[in-house]
Each structure stands twice: as C-alpha cells, then as structure tokens.
C-alpha cells in the first residue's frame, strides 16, 4: 500500500492551527471493524513517537490538541493551536496490510 | 516505564555480517509483539521486520528477506536482528519498537508504540 501526504513541509505561526494530509491507496480499514491508520512525531534528534492510533484515538500523554479524523483512504492530523514544542517530522503510517508502510513524513517548522 | 535499549550498530564492509540486539525492560516481554524499522539518512521510516510474542511468527520487508533473521529470547527480555549479506542500502539508523496491540500479529496487522533510541549501522568499505 502506497501512503501519500500532503504537504510535505509546512510553516505555522505558534497558536495557530496545522493540518497534514494522509492517503492511502487502498481502503485501511479491516473486518474487525478498525481503521489501522496511525500518526507518529518525530522530533529532531529524537525517535519517532506515536501521537494517533486508530485514525482518532490519542496514545498516552499526547495533548489534546491533536485529533485525527478520517476513514476508507484519507485522513488527516490536525493540530489545533501549534506550539514550539510540537516541530518535526509527522508520519502516517497503514498497519493493515504487509509489508506496513509509512508516509513520506511532513515536516513543520515554527514561523 | 517501559524501555527499549538498542546494541550491536557498527561500520560493516558491503557481504558482512552484524547482529543487533533490543533490551526490553518495564513490559510483559513474552506476549508483546515486537519489530525492527530502519531509518536511512536523511529519509524516512521503513519497517523491516516483526516477530510474535512467542517467536512463533515472523514478517519480513521484500528487501531484507533473506538475508535479516528476526528472533527473540524471551526469558532475557531481548530481541534480535541477524543481519547477513549487508549491502550499502542497509546503511540507517535501526529502532526496535512494541506493537501497541500484539492480538492482531497473526492476521497481519501492526504499529508501534514505544520506540527505542536507536543503534546506527554504516555498510561501507
């Protein structure tokens, strides 16, 4: 499965609002009744960590002003108020289908 | 707090060999799903390979089949990639990282959450 975002970098000013795009060349979601669509962070120098899982769902510690939405092959992260903290590269990435893959990363930088 | 801590990276002449290692610590081991992505520089991620928590099952990514054998000990809390064959193309950065919910392992499906830091493998004369 081919992963595509949109765009591939992105300037925000802090406080405002970032959206990053995800699609996906075949349907993401499974017969259990899940959508395997995930969102990752990876800041410099750091390793990736992992901001949305299940198109929507917040992973631990994640603040909420990070939301995902979406369903079938497209999707989108959407950061409601950017702050400092929250630059560097953002990844969707597909589990349903080996071999699992990953979007071409977006990076966000602060303006 | 769970932990994953990487060994094994290195500088390898193109044909070698190089074995890599994650210590896993603060987790249930046995039962946890478990896989390698790899991070070339500059570039994105790619997954490479995953194992059950048994050890029973494995995947491989096309490029690396072959030549990487994934495994695991779990009475020491430890994951492995054997890496053979090595080619400048391997040259990345390898994490290994938990799946977040190992109970859809054997129907083919998987991400990540916790991620180690990394262990640096250079393939190069």
């Known amino acids: 499965i081919v992963v595509t975002q949109t765009p591939l970098s992105l300037s925000v000013t802090p406080g405002q609002p970032a959206s990053i795009s995800c699609k996906s060349s075949?349907?993401?979601?499974?017969?259990?009744?899940?959508?395997?669509l995930f969102w990752y962070l990876q800041k410099p120098g750091q390793s990736p960590r992992l901001l949305i899982y299940?198109?929507?769902s917040r992973f631990s510690g994640v603040p909420d002003r990070f939301s995902g939405s979406g369903s079938g092959t497209e999707f989108t992260l959407k950061i409601s108020r950017v702050e400092a903290e929250d630059v560097g590269i953002y990844y969707c990435?597909?589990?349903?289908?080996?071999?699992?893959?990953f979007g071409q990363g977006t990076k966000v930088e602060i303006k | 707090e769970v932990q994953l801590l990487e060994s094994g990276g290195g500088l390898v002449q193109p044909g070698g060999s190089l074995r890599l290692s994650c210590a896993a610590s603060?987790?249930?081991?046995?039962?946890?799903?478990m896989s390698w992505v790899r991070q070339a520089p500059g570039q994105g991620l790619e997954w490479v390979s995953a194992?059950?928590?048994?050890?029973?099952?494995?995947f491989y990514a096309d490029p690396v089949k072959g030549r990487f054998v994934i495994s695991r000990d779990n009475s020491k809390n430890t994951l492995f990639l054997q890496m053979n064959s090595l080619r400048a193309e391997d040259t990345a950065v390898y994490y290994c990282?938990?799946?977040?919910?190992?109970?859809?392992?054997?129907?083919?499906?998987?991400?990540?959450?916790?991620w180690g830091q990394g262990t640096m493998v250079i393939v190069s004369s």
């Open positions: 194992i059950s928590g048994s050890g029973g099952a494995t």
């Open positions: 603060g987790l249930t081991f046995s039962t946890s799903a």
């Open positions: 299940e198109v929507s």
């Open positions: 990282a938990i799946h977040y919910d190992s109970s859809g392992f054997y129907y083919g499906v998987g991400a990540f959450d916790i």
């Open positions: 075949q349907s993401l979601l499974h017969g259990d009744g899940k959508t395997y």
């Open positions: 990435m597909q589990g349903i289908h080996l071999p699992w893959t």
